[in-house]
């Protein structure tokens, strides 16, 4: 029995011995390591050997002992014999077992071979730094906060790069135990498997911790592991690996401080027998809160993290603004070590600092790009191109990511990449769960796992993850290269088409019909257009919240519908019944509330319809725009009236929008009978102090403005008695009243009485600067008035700097095409044209003209009266064919009848464009033509109908008359101021300034000196010398027969007849 004891004991001692040897040499390889794992396995079946054998040397010696007892021998033989079977059938089921660990360990690396490793690009030096300052990064190292540690960001952020700095600076510093793994697919995406990533996690820990292989529930776990019936570690059943791993973490733990870095969690491949990403993640998470491992995971921010109850705690997302340093250190780096010629250098490093958006992978592909040999003119167009390959990149990630979709799902992507590539800005999730009719689902977790990775999601948006992929999605290359996974071909017609379509049938859901929630902003833009709620207290109505698809409809419907440029029928459909639905109503309320009572973005529709419509190819498909906004507030006012009883006031809050839209269109007169209606209609049931009585009282005294001199005599009635009764009623701290005001100072200056109108106005300055502030409308509107004033009495640069400044202004808040800015842009460029600015006059009359000819026709005033004064510009500074072109259309388009006693302001126009043309025709040597044109207009307008232009046309006939010196021209020349002045009446200067001559009355030919005087007085108004005219007058006892003659038309301004070249 010592002979065997010696054979049973010796190996054990042989192991021991290899197993010292091993563990001195620490820098062994990986089939070192494998053999002190097979010794220590080895060591223990050699145990279970000896029991084995002892068992039998108990069993001989009871032989023997009966056998002698009876006297019987036992053969030696034979008991040797058996002896050595037994043996020999122990050892080599002992040899079997011993092979086990050194199986499993070869069968594990298989996966660690997979995701155990880095991507083979070494960060530059410095990069992540950031990181190992970070609070989130310092909580989670000294576990403050046991938790997992989230690196998040975009695909190519640099994620991968920072989580190699952080696990050397805890192997520099911690000595711990820190186990890598990456999921990343474009190495090998068929083993991105959940159990790929516990296999190599189990290899790495058994790999540096031998002694765990003979704890008893990992040594039956390995063996169970052995059986299973599959080839490949990453395609075992996550079941059966992750216990053991999970105990294997466990034990290790006990030991040593464990650092876990997963990489590419995003990217990890989880199948229909894996657990749920978030069962695996609570698992992780109750591992780093039990015990002393630290967990750290980069991934995109996909659903499954955002998704996490309760919310990861320790987060750090990588935009721009964070590995801004880490890409520039990476990129320097890169161009130093690169062919490029270095006095190009600093050139490609602004280029990647402009575009790369924080993106390694663009930044590598751009760099390559531009190492390949190249002519120094392609290199230099490379520059500002994307770099081809980062479309292979986007490429691969595709067709990856492809092999997961069914068919349906890679319909839907391609709906979403429309969507993103074809929107004015990222769409919400909200809008595109609903475009895709998402229903019940999880809108985050869907996009993300159907659009990614080249789709994120930000704040609720969904964007792409750098511009140049949308260059790429819009190349028709795209649809060729991944037409096996179906195409990818973003078209951004189509694109346009579809978001146009989703808008407007969001635009016409039955909840925006509703009167009553018209109603809501129907009051809450009167309440805050007047500002009455400053002294009634009266509060802004509570309005639903809109949803964001709502939002982005509102606001785009228009910019996407206009760049389809053949559109279907079904759109034509949708935009028709939008457009006349009471669904309009909600939208223009709505606009009117988001834009602070602003017409802006209503107007710029209109206007862009307006040219979209011109452009479609067949008239059938025409939308019909001639009762645009008009009919769907009559239908509306029409519907409130029947239900009166319900609320008095939103018939006529509908009127007063409706008066207003007609306002702004340039077509006032429009809406004169709409406020008469309004106004009568609230006296009646509100009477006449009541604050919406006095609003809409107040808006039709400033159309009264376009009525002739009738009519503004009424209109500055009204507003001096408006202007008394809102200082009782309202109070002065009320912005209304110096709406108001204004109104006086405008009627001031259209009668002439310059000084008063400067009061008034600077009074409404004053008080809307205090009350609205400098960028309000109300305040911009003062500004733009007394500058026309300050023109007219000769302070031009004065004038000239208010009015640039505000032009300025507004095209920075609303943009280049803001028609506001433009009507100013025409003061503008009068101005520069009385001053003798040739170049720049041009240029901003020209701009306005053609916007406003595209946005109205010439029988506005909008669009008329900067075309006048591009007229007079044109002939002033030497283009007279051009000006006579120009004439051609007004006369045209305009329709300037001068018998039309139906459109007063038209008499004025015709005046002046006729005055024009004959100056045109004198500059051309056609001095009779011109001669018998003006004073064929004098002949033929009644007394009744003179007007400022009209005086200016018998100045210039007069010198044109003398020129010429036929017999009778001088005395025709005299006698065409026949009745201009009088002599001073008893009531001379009394009144409010209502006319003062009756169209009636045909008095006697003036004498001589009263057509002398006329003509001196008018040369003096013409040059502004108004404090000579007075001087005149009160010396010679006379005064201007129809003071009204010289009043000022209502216009966009009206053109300036009485300040161009003279004849």
């Not at 010196?965 to 009394?990: L, S």
Request: proline share 5%.
């Amino acid at each position: 029995m010592t002979t065997l004891d010696a054979w049973v004991n010796q190996p054990s001692v042989k192991c021991t011995q290899n197993t010292d040897r091993l563990h001195a040499d620490g820098s062994g390889s990986v089939g070192i390591k494998h053999q002190v794992v097979n010794h220590a396995m080895v060591r223990k079946d050699l145990r279970f050997i000896i029991r084995q054998l002892e068992g039998m040397r108990e069993e001989f010696a009871a032989h023997h002992e009966m056998t002698a007892r009876n006297g019987q021998r036992c053969p030696p033989h034979h008991d040797r014999e058996r002896d050595i079977d037994m043996c020999r059938l122990i050892w080599d089921r002992s040899r079997q077992d011993a092979s086990t660990p050194s199986r499993v360990m070869e069968w594990l690396e298989k996966a660690h071979q997979s995701v155990g490793q880095g991507d083979g690009h070494s960060p530059a030096e410095g990069t992540g730094n950031w990181l190992l300052v970070d609070g989130s990064f310092v909580k989670w190292r000294t576990r403050k906060v046991p938790e997992i540690l989230w690196i998040l960001g975009q695909p190519g952020s640099g994620k991968s790069c920072l989580l190699e700095t952080l696990t050397e600076h805890l192997q520099k510093t911690e000595g711990s135990l820190v186990i890598w793994c990456s999921l990343r697919q474009l190495r090998d995406p068929e083993r991105s498997t959940p159990s790929a990533l516990v296999a190599s996690i189990l290899f790495q820990v058994l790999q540096h911790n031998n002694a765990l292989a003979g704890q008893p529930r990992i040594d039956a776990g390995l063996r169970g592991l052995i059986k299973t019936p599959t080839q490949n570690p990453h395609n075992c059943p996550f079941k059966k690996l992750w216990p053991v791993c999970l105990e294997a973490l466990k034990i290790a733990a006990q030991s040593q401080h464990t650092f876990l870095v997963i990489d590419a969690w995003d990217e990890c491949r989880f199948s229909s027998g894996d657990p749920q990403p978030s069962d695996f993640l609570k698992d992780l998470r109750d591992l780093s809160s039990s015990t002393s491992i630290s967990v750290a995971i980069s991934s995109r921010p996909d659903a499954t993290i955002l998704g996490l109850d309760p919310p990861p705690r320790l987060r750090v997302d990588i935009d721009q603004g964070l590995n801004s340093g880490d890409l520039h250190q990476f990129a320097l780096r890169e161009v130093q070590r690169s062919v490029i010629p270095s006095e190009y250098h600093s050139e490609v490093m602004e280029q990647i600092e402009a575009k790369a958006a924080g993106n390694f992978l663009w930044t590598r592909a751009f760099i390559e790009y531009l190492c390949q040999p190249c002519e120094r003119q392609v290199f230099l167009e490379r520059l500002h191109h994307s770099p081809p390959d980062f479309d292979t990149i986007c490429d691969k990630m595709v067709r990856h990511h492809s092999k997961n979709l069914n068919q349906r799902q890679r319909d839907s992507r391609q709906v979403i990449y429309e969507l993103v590539c074809g929107s004015a800005e990222p769409p919400s999730l909200e809008m595109v769960g609903r475009i895709l009719h998402f229903g019940k689902y999880d809108y985050l977790r869907t996009v993300t796992e159907i659009a990614g990775p080249l789709v994120l999601v930000k704040d609720g948006r969904v964007t792409l993850t750098h511009l140049a992929v949308k260059e790429w999605l819009t190349k028709i290359s795209t649809a060729l290269s991944c037409s096996p996974d179906g195409a990818l071909f973003v078209d951004p017609l189509k694109s346009h088409e579809r978001l146009a379509e989703e808008c407007l049938r969001i635009l016409l859901e039955l909840q925006y019909a509703s009167k009553w929630r018209i109603g809501q902003y129907l009051h809450r833009n009167f309440a805050r257009y007047a500002k009455l709620h400053f002294r009634l207290n009266i509060p802004l109505p509570d309005v639903e919240p809109e949803t964001t698809s709502f939002q982005y409809a509102a606001k785009y419907w228009v910019y996407h519908l206009i760049r389809v440029p053949k559109p279907p029928r079904t759109l034509i459909d949708l935009a028709q019944n939008f457009i006349r639905g009471k669904q309009f109503a909600y939208w223009s309320e709505y606009s009117l509330d988001r834009d602070d009572n602003d017409f802006h973005v209503i107007r710029v529709a209109y206007s862009d319809l307006l040219g979209w419509v011109k452009t479609l190819p067949d008239c059938e498909l025409a939308v019909t725009l001639k009762d645009y906004y008009s009919y769907p507030y009559e239908q509306l006012g029409q519907e409130y009236k029947e239900s009166a009883s319900e609320d008095r006031e939103l018939q006529w809050l509908t009127n007063m929008s409706l008066a207003r839209f007609f306002i702004d269109l340039g077509t006032a007169l429009k809406a004169i009978p709409v406020l008469d209606e309004t106004v009568t209609g609230l006296t009646n049931d509100l009477g006449n102090r009541n604050p919406l009585t006095i609003k809409a009282r107040t808006e039709r005294a400033t159309l009264y403005f376009q009525q002739g001199p009738k009519k503004l005599c009424e209109a500055y009635e009204d507003f001096s008695q408006l202007t008394r009764i809102q200082k009782e009623v309202l109070g002065l701290d009320n912005p209304e009243l110096y709406k108001t005001m204004l109104g006086l100072g405008g009627a001031e200056y259209f009668m002439n009485r310059y000084p008063e109108a400067l009061g008034s106005i600077g009074e409404a300055g004053m008080g809307a600067l205090r009350l609205c502030g400098p960028d309000s409308v109300q305040y911009m509107n003062t500004e733009v008035w007394i500058s026309y004033v300050l023109v007219e009495i000769g302070r031009l640069d004065e004038a000239l700097a208010k009015l640039s400044k505000l032009v300025q202004k507004r095209r920075k808040m609303y943009g280049d095409r803001d028609i506001y800015a433009l009507q100013v842009q025409s003061s503008v460029g009068d101005i520069k044209r009385k001053l003798g600015q040739h170049a720049e006059s041009l240029a901003d009359l020209h701009d306005t003209v053609t916007f406003m000819r595209n946005m109205f026709h010439l029988d506005a005033i909008w669009s008329l009266d900067p075309t006048i004064s591009y007229v007079i510009a044109l002939r002033d500074f030497g283009k007279r064919k051009e000006a006579l072109d120009l004439l051609g259309d007004i006369e045209k388009e305009a329709g300037l009848d001068p018998d039309s006693d139906e459109r007063p302001l038209m008499h004025y126009r015709y005046c002046q464009v006729n005055h024009v043309r004959a100056l045109l025709l004198s500059d051309g040597g056609r001095r009779d033509e011109a001669i018998t044109l003006l004073q064929g207009i004098l002949i033929n307008t009644d007394r009744g109908r003179y007007n400022r232009p009209l005086l200016w046309i018998i100045l210039d006939l007069a010198v044109l008359l003398r020129r010429r010196d036929k017999k009778g021209d001088w005395k025709q020349a005299e006698a065409n101021f026949d009745h201009i002045v009088k002599v001073q009446t008893a009531t001379a200067g009394q009144g409010t300034g209502s006319p003062g001559c009756d169209p009636d009355d045909e008095p006697e030919p003036d004498p001589p000196r009263l057509l002398r005087l006329a003509e001196k007085a008018l040369v003096l108004v013409r040059t502004r010398k108004f404090q000579e005219v007075d001087e005149l007058f009160e010396r010679e006892e006379v005064e201007w027969f129809c003071p009204e003659d010289l009043w000022i038309s209502f216009g966009s301004p009206a053109a300036d007849t009485a300040w161009m070249k003279a004849p």
